[in-house]
């Protein structure tokens, strides 16, 4: 009787320790498997699943608690100013504002050229091909434009030398020196220079170009304040 007791006591032991063994495998198991469904979650997250019809957003998951993962874009958002004065102040920012409304669209044609040429250069096999895919395009940017740009004041030309470099993150004089040369650069650059301008000017947003980002943020939301005709002439 009491050896009988002693193997169902050993029996069950071995049985418990068997358990042990399993519960341990089991849930070294079970943390790997956790491990991949967190990957998978974070690789999935990561894609876009429009075969569903919908899209995951990156995630992290605390507690019980999952969060999604959004960057959002830094927006400004200028006051709308009272132009009904004819405050001096008033009557500057009327003068800027003109001036960049007429300018900003060429500035932002400039992205669409820059962008074109540069997906286009590759695929040309020569250098020569290059250069004479850029005099072509450039002979036909002549013929659509040159009018229009001729037509620009001074102190537009000079706010849309400025607004290229705030579009593309290039001043005009490394646009040119990338695209025609560092000879042609340093041309156009003491060209400029004798009238007093500079191609290698370069936007400051938060300086002395603070009041043309105003404008033109105004411009890009759609906010920009009507313009009255000022007193005074440019």
């Avoid at 820059?114 to 590759?122: A, C, E, G, H, R």
């Avoid at 400025?162 to 001043?171: A, F, N, Q």
């Avoid at 603070?210 to 890009?220: D, F, N, S, T």
Wanted: with cysteine.
């Amino acid at each position: 009787m009491i050896l009988k007791i002693a193997c169902l006591y050993l029996a069950k032991l071995e049985n418990q320790l068997l358990m042990k063994r399993i519960i341990k495998a089991n849930s070294l198991f079970f943390f790997v498997y956790l491990l991949g469904m967190l990957h998978s979650q974070v690789t999935c997250a990561q894609t876009d699943t429009a075969s569903y019809g919908y899209y995951v957003l990156p995630m992290v998951i605390e507690g019980k608690d999952t969060i999604a993962l959004v960057d959002l874009r830094t927006i400004t958002i200028y006051p709308t100013r009272d132009l009904s004065r004819r405050t001096p102040m008033n009557l500057k920012y009327i003068r800027l504002a003109k001036k960049v409304r007429r300018v900003y669209p060429y500035a932002r044609l400039a992205v669409d050229i820059l962008q074109s040429i540069y997906d286009t250069l590759p695929e040309l096999d020569t250098e020569r091909q290059q250069r004479r895919f850029l005099r072509a395009y450039d002979k036909a940017l002549r013929d659509r434009y040159m009018d229009e740009l001729k037509k620009l004041k001074v102190s537009e030309g000079r706010i849309l030398l400025k607004l290229i470099d705030r579009e593309t993150g290039y001043t005009s004089y490394n646009l040119v020196r990338a695209l025609r040369g560092k000879l042609s650069a340093m041309f156009w650059q003491s060209l400029a220079r004798i009238f007093g301008e500079n191609l290698k000017t370069e936007y400051n947003p938060r300086g002395e170009d603070r009041l043309i980002e105003e404008i033109v943020v105004k411009i890009e939301s759609g906010r920009l304040e009507p313009l009255p005709l000022p007193n005074k002439k440019d």
